[in-house]
């Protein structure tokens, strides 16, 4: 039978290991939201004046991402 003390201590490095992964995954969503504000700076929408590029993410809104690629896709 497993020792008590070897058990805890496994359940230690678990949490040790879950909180990195946590940290890990946490910089990475950062990182994505700097690379996608990137790309919409050199997009077309990063030249547009702010009234179109919020009523196009309004209309995106309403259409649902995927319908919205749907459309573009057909164009």
Do not use: N, T, Y
Request: cysteine-free; proline content about 1%.
């Amino acid at each position: 039978m497993a020792r008590k003390g070897s058990l805890e201590a496994e359940r230690q490095a678990i949490a040790k290991e879950r909180s990195a992964l946590e940290a890990r995954e946490a910089k990475l969503r950062e990182s994505e939201q700097v690379a996608m504000a990137e790309l919409l700076r050199k997009s077309a929408l990063g030249k547009a004046p702010f009234e179109r590029v919020e009523a196009f993410f309004a209309a995106l809104g309403k259409l649902g991402l995927e319908e919205a690629e749907k459309r573009l896709r057909a164009s």
